[in-house]
């Protein structure tokens, strides 16, 4: 079994093409959703109106998953963050001293997902299916090898092509497809200082959900007695930290190719 861990973003849909196109050996493509209440809006719409469409036409099974409960209901990411009696806070909100804490997002609403349907479709340990991601040259540093579950082998297509970023922009648009936005939860602790300051200039109702997602984080923290943590490196309140077009403080060493998995945000 062999199939393509798909992020919704770049990589993932550069993948898609070399798919469609018989350049790559995988024919079902799995995207965790994380919940339409936390992926970014435009991934979702990118997503409905393109890249489901172009796998049809080419015969590749594009199928969404959801990470679901013991009743067998269905959690999103932002359910989980916004529930009243959870004490741990499942993504990576920063300390005072702007260092992302530890995160189980990604490995709760993405790996064990993904991990859950391969073992339902006939993955085991001695035979474990192949989960190939999109992580291009530019971005080996986030390749890990070491396979995620027992019965998982992970792959990186695009590093064995010698693709990078660029590349893959350009496989996608010579399909005919346009370019898809950058693919995380909109209130993803990862986000670059400059993708806030798009959201709120851009998305005011996005950055107004991410303004209160850190309070009702920090009301919680606080009732346990924890100190507060945010969704920037800076130490204080997203809408005092990012104030639009003026500079809430240096931007360099702040990636969202942070989210190390390769699950996120390819
Ligand atoms: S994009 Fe960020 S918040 Fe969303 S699952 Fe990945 S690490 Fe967690």
Redesign the pocket.
Known sequence: MKVISYGGGVQSTALLVLAAQGHIDFRTFLFAN?GDD?EHPATLAYIAEHAAAYAARAGIDLVQLHRTRRDGSTET?WQRLTKPDVRSI???VRMANGAPGR?S??AD??IKVVGRWLRNHGATALEPATVGIGISLDEIHRANKRRREDHEVIEYPLLDLGLRRTDCIQIIEDAGLPVPPKS??F????RTVGAWREQRREEPQLFAKSVYLERVINDRRAAIGRDAAYLTRYGRPLEEAITGAASAGPSSGEGDGS?DSG???T
Do not use: E, Q
């Open positions: 994380v936390s990411l499942p993504i990576p995160r997002c990604t609403f993405k995380s939860c209130f993803c602790p990862f989210c699950w996120c945000m």
